[in-house]
């Protein structure tokens, strides 16, 4: 795989930090040289899964932006600057708005407030009819799906810096700058809140948690410790969401691992060698990861031990996993959705969006699974 150094134009990380990004990974799923994707055989479904409904919302140019829930209503949003709120169950448009700008990330939403990353660098705000009530400049671009949760709204620009604003006024109440690496991936590396704290993942592997109210650090943990002799062997770095499910917090890194710890502490559960350009999934029994190479892993939640890896997807660029009843289910570069069973990782099923990489972070919406593609297709998935 091709790896490029950029220092100017899309892809740079602010020059302030002396850093600069490698772009030409691709986590949204595309051919990589020397790498053909697995061919896809025909599949005798054991499990009924169809479209609920479709939704275009424009494409995302390259950039990673997730549906979210308010409700019984999915907000999604798209680079050119549509933010669109429908219903859950049946995809019916409660309004659509053009933001005024193109959009860069998002969406993140509390169900009070909609926030999402613009151009150059600037936080917008709406209320939940749409209507706009803030902005804010940030110091370099955001990538990064703004969190909000308990007034706050949690951003994290690409130079690092993680800022904390009043969810109503938009006014800044905390800064908190960490240090980057000299090289890092141009990824989206998520937030997840979990009581009164925001988990934050970010470059060189690190996986940190703050306080809402103040941006007060209370751990951080190196899920990616950096190896190698070279700047490109070192590069690891954290480019999916965090999942918090009951008193764990586990994500993977790029030339990394994937780990989970207690949320409350930072603790290692139990760590894992896996590299990852994606989030991971995780329900009661089972930690699912989607490495680089294209197999989908299943560790036990419970101590880390390899339940099961399935690499019949091999090169096919993965999206985040999503758990749903027996399935987990995975999206591909050419916009295909495959479940697979949990138990043992046998193909179930699979369904085809607009044939365009599913990019971002799926989302459980009942009994539908809702999945963002690069060409800007929002697709819900009922699984029967």
């Not at 905390?174 to 925001?198: C, E, F, H, I, K």
Request: with cysteine; charged share 20%.
């Amino acid at each position: 795989m091709r790896i490029t150094r950029k220092l100017v134009g899309v892809g740079v990380l602010a020059l302030m930090t002396g850093c600069s990004t490698l772009s030409s990974l691709n986590p949204f799923g595309s051919k990589s040289k020397g790498n053909e994707p697995a061919k896809l055989v025909e599949l005798k479904g054991t499990m009924a899964v169809r479209t609920a409904w479709k939704l275009d919302i424009g494409k995302a140019r390259g950039y990673q932006f997730s549906p979210a829930l308010a409700g019984n209503t999915v907000i999604v949003a798209g680079a050119d600057g549509n933010i669109a709120r429908v219903e859950a169950a049946d995809g019916r448009q409660v309004w659509r708005i053009k933001a005024g700008s193109d959009l860069t990330a998002g969406v993140g939403t509390d169900g009070n407030v909609i926030v999402v990353g613009a151009a150059d660098g600037v936080l917008m705000a709406f209320d939940m009819d749409g209507k706009a009530l803030w902005k804010s400049q940030l110091s370099s671009e955001l990538l990064s799906a703004p969190a909000v949760a308990q007034g706050i709204v949690v951003a994290r620009s690409i130079d690092n810096r993680i800022v904390g604003f009043d969810a109503a006024t938009g006014q800044k109440k905390w800064t908190v700058q960490r240090p980057s690496p000299a090289l890092t991936l141009r990824t989206a590396p998520g937030m997840a809140v979990y009581n009164s704290d925001v988990i934050v993942a970010q470059p060189a592997g690190k996986l940190g948690s703050f306080l809402l109210a103040s941006g007060a650090p209370r751990w951080e943990v190196e899920v990616g410790a950096a190896r190698g002799a070279t700047e490109l062997e070192r590069v690891t770095d954290l480019g999916g969401m965090p999942t918090v499910f009951e008193s764990d917090v586990c994500a993977a890194a790029y030339q990394g691992r994937v780990a989970c710890y207690d949320v409350a502490s930072g603790s290692a559960r139990w760590t894992r060698d896996l590299s990852s350009l994606v989030g991971v999934a995780v329900d009661q029994r089972f930690v699912f990861a989607a490495d680089d190479k294209g197999a989908l892993n299943a560790f036990n939640r419970d101590g880390g031990a390899s339940a099961w890896k399935n690499d019949k997807l091999a090169f096919r660029g993965l999206s985040t996993p999503v758990s749903y009843g027996r399935a987990v289910a995975v999206g591909d570069y050419q916009g295909y959705v495959h479940f697979l069973s949990r138990e043992d990782g046998t193909f179930l099923a699979r369904a085809a969006t607009d044939g365009s990489a599913i990019s971002g972070t799926p989302l459980v919406a009942g009994s539908n699974l809702i999945f963002q593609t690069q060409n800007g297709t929002v697709t819900a998935i009922a699984v029967e």
